[in-house]
């Protein structure tokens, strides 16, 4: 009897984890538009599940192919003559390699250590820890709960709570679940703020109010741990319905992409209406709560100070992405301040390859990623009128995609370190420290940048 208890114990953890067990996921770069429609035909049929939430001409998409599907993909892929390539042979196996802790001992503060990704419980305890360590630099802050009703908690850096005109910057972790590599540089930078010696990041620290949430979509997050490795949204469950003509589990319509849930060209471009692909925007903007918090929160930061940084950190591909996202190229000036921003991520990017020489490309979404809307960096940009708003896709540009080994954590942390640290020298170069010149003309910033150009060099 003991052991039937014990066996069906088993039986339910195991079934209420999701396997990726022969799963692959292949790389198809279609090479026109006929092969682009062919990609999109494999999702739109259930053959296969796009990992990029868009997929271009010329552009590297990764599709993950269900073991039963995996024969009728090949032949339809041989038959149509688009090139691929399997990238992973067994989902499943990168999964648990991915939860295995860094051989090589790294370095840890307090309780965290970046030799393994971590849970929610341990990143919330963590941020107690460093509240209990720093009372007079660092305060606790929840800026509301999710679906589900879990906090979603950060912290308060303020190294001057005397000062009367505040420079406020904030940084947001997670808003997609599965972007592990997120919650990881976030909680890297955290650490740097309070125990770095280097120059630029002390400036950088003890200058402005940092507010920091490594993980804003913690329903999703805690979700990547119990269930599915590869969720992505949030749980709200109120749209659920069947996904079976889509070829995917009816859990798929639970969840909004909560970078499509902003009410800024909400459902305009690069968004999806239906509840069971990975950008449903909602059935509103903002409908959920979490997305709420985030601009509940950043309305209250508004009028505080200046508030000078937004940065939001996903993976995968590379990226420093400048806002308006649901613009083309000819409408970057939209953003009023648009060369400024160019010229402090492309400063960035080339700091962050000197250290491992890794390449991170600067550009709006259009032009880097894909169109998009209703994301939080543009909501910010515009609601907020911060001077610096950056959405940051991490490593790396494909090969584990979000099953990105630990060993990489810390270098990958180190990169955008070095590149955080030339922007906010631009960014002070510039000028946007200082209150008068919070909004320069396009002309001004042009002729700075020009300078500045010829000085840094
Ligand atoms: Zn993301």
């Not at 390699?97 to 990143?123: A, C």
């Not at 940084?171 to 930078?189: C, F, K, M």
């Not at 709200?236 to 079976?244: A, E, K, L």
């Amino acid at each position: 009897m003991k052991w039937f208890i014990f066996c069906s114990f088993i039986f339910i953890n195991v079934a209420a984890k999701r396997t990726f067990e022969g799963y692959k996921v292949y790389k198809i770069s279609p090479k026109n538009v006929n092969e682009l429609n062919f990609v999109k035909d494999l999702e739109r049929d259930g053959i296969g599940q796009l990992w990029d939430d868009q997929v271009n001409v010329d552009f590297e998409a990764r599709i993950m192919v269900k073991p039963d599907n995996v024969e009728n993909f090949l032949n339809k892929m041989d038959s149509s003559g688009v090139g691929y390539k399997v990238m992973i042979g067994d989902l499943q196996r990168v999964i648990n390699e991915q939860m295995q802790p860094n051989q090589i001992r790294s370095s840890s503060y307090l309780s965290y250590s970046w030799d393994r990704y971590h849970d929610l419980d341990t990143i919330y305890k963590w941020l107690d820890e460093i509240v209990e360590q720093y009372p007079n630099i660092v305060t606790s802050v929840v800026m509301g709960q999710s679906v589900e009703g879990r906090d979603i908690k950060g912290i308060v850096i303020n190294y001057k709570p005397e000062k009367e005109h505040k420079t406020i910057g904030m940084i947001e972790g997670t808003l997609h679940a599965r972007e592990w590599i997120s919650p990881a540089v976030v909680n890297w930078i955290v650490k740097e703020f309070l125990t770095s010696d280097d120059p630029g990041v002390r400036i950088m620290a003890e200058n402005i109010e940092w507010h920091i949430f490594p993980v804003v979509n913690p329903d999703g997050y805690v979700y990547t741990f119990t269930t599915n490795r590869m969720w992505r949204k949030n749980r709200s469950t109120y749209n659920f319905q069947s996904c079976s003509a889509f070829g995917l589990d009816d859990d798929m319509s639970n969840g909004i992409d909560l970078n499509r849930n902003f009410n800024f060209h909400w459902m305009s471009t690069g968004a999806s209406d239906n509840p069971c692909t990975n950008t449903y925007a909602g059935p509103s903007a903002f409908s959920e709560p979490e997305a709420r918090a985030i601009a509940n929160y950043v309305l209250g930061l508004k009028d505080q100070g200046r508030f000078i940084y937004y940065y939001g950190f996903h993976s995968y591909t590379q990226l420093f992405v400048i806002p308006y996202s649901h613009v083309n190229i000819s409408g970057v000036l939209e953003a009023d301040n648009y060369s400024d921003m160019y010229e402090i991520a492309v400063r960035g990017a080339e700091k962050a390859k000197e250290r491992y020489n890794t390449t991170y490309r600067v550009g709006i979404a259009a032009e880097i990623l894909y169109p998009m809307s209703g994301t939080s960096f543009d909501w910010v940009k515009h609601e907020a009128n911060v001077a610096v708003s950056y959405l940051i896709e991490l490593r790396d540009l494909g090969e584990y995609g979000f099953l990105l080994p630990p060993a990489q954590i810390i270098p990958n942390s180190l990169e955008i370190m070095d590149a955080l640290i030339e922007m906010d020298r631009v960014t002070r170069l510039l000028g946007y420290y200082s209150k008068s010149t919070l909004i320069l003309g396009s002309f001004n910033a042009l002729v700075l940048s020009i300078v500045l150009a010829i000085l840094i060099r």
